[in-house]
């Protein structure tokens, strides 16, 4: 099905899609574990995000809560191509710190949306906002691109993409290599994402991978945490802000290095897999951490 030019513009106009949620300090620490906190239980650094005494909450839950690793209606509603979709990039903005516990709503809606081209697909940008169920404060706003391969040439604009983070042209100022468990997709997916590509070899083989994928999402966490080791001794209250592209699928089992450059609180990184050298699988990546 084409995208139509004027259903994209009644979508931007329409009301954000409500979804009400609630989540507890099991699913805190459940999604803790899904990006790694605690392989080594007896890093007391990292025992606060998977213990429940002076729980701490990995601020790239956001991405998650709330039904955030599924299909967003408008995606539907356009008639896009589910299975020719990838992930892009995605953006996350910390406006307070976020409760061990609470009963909050995500708020979705569609962007912006670019037509890259019959061979290139459309890319698609969505932006959700996390706010307190009881006093409508805000929370967190995330915003996530798509592209979909499969639904370029619609006769869209191409113009007005947002530029990538530049990263700075000198050797990082720190390399972070946190491994990831074989198993480790098995348990990230329990956080709410449950595609097969995950977890299903044989689907995985399907669509062109020769065994199931990490979630783009489980390096980002990932990735986060390996800035919170590198510049704030794992201070996740100092997070406000954490970006990036994403290049490149992990296997569950390798190691993901994330180089890292501070420049104030304006922190750029990228991510490679030691096991394949080369493949960097993070680009243009930006945090802001706070002093």
């Not at 348990?187 to 995985?204: C, E, K, M, T």
Request: some cysteine; proline content about 8%.
């Amino acid at each position: 099905m084409k995208i139509d030019l004027a259903q994209i513009q009644d979508l931007m106009r329409a009301e954000p899609q409500i979804l009400p949620f609630s989540y507890d300090s099991k699913d805190a620490i459940l999604y803790a574990l899904g990006v790694g906190y605690g392989q080594d239980p007896l890093d007391e650094r990292e025992l606060p995000f998977v213990y429940e005494r002076g729980l701490r909450v990995a601020p790239t839950i956001v991405t998650v809560l709330g039904g955030g690793g599924q299909v967003p209606n408008v995606f539907l509603r356009m008639g896009l191509d589910l299975s020719q979709i990838l992930h892009g990039e995605e953006s996350i903005e910390i406006h307070r710190p976020l409760p061990t516990s609470g009963r909050m709503v995500r708020e979705i809606r569609l962007t912006q949306v670019f037509d890259k081209g019959r061979d290139k697909g459309a890319v698609i940008y969505t932006q959700s906002i996390l706010r307190d169920q009881d006093n409508g404060a805000a929370i967190a706003t995330i915003e996530r691109s798509a592209v979909a391969r499969a639904d370029g040439g619609f006769g869209g604009s191409s113009a007005g993409q947002p530029p990538p983070h530049p990263i700075p042209d000198r050797a990082p100022d720190f390399e972070v290599a946190l491994p990831t468990a074989p198993s480790q997709a098995l348990l990230y997916r329990l956080s709410g994402d449950l595609n097969p590509l995950h977890v299903d070899p044989a689907f995985a083989r399907k669509v062109g991978f020769p065994r199931p994928i990490l979630h783009g999402l489980c390096t980002y966490g990932i990735t986060c945490r390996a800035v919170l080791q590198a510049v704030a001794d794992l201070d996740a209250s100092r997070l406000k802000a954490h970006a990036a592209r994403f290049s490149a699928p992990v296997f569950p089992g390798e190691t993901i290095v994330t180089h890292i450059w501070k420049d104030g609180d304006t922190i750029s990184f990228t991510a490679s897999v030691r096991e394949r050298p080369g493949t960097v699988v993070i680009r243009n990546g930006r945090s802001i951490v706070s002093t």
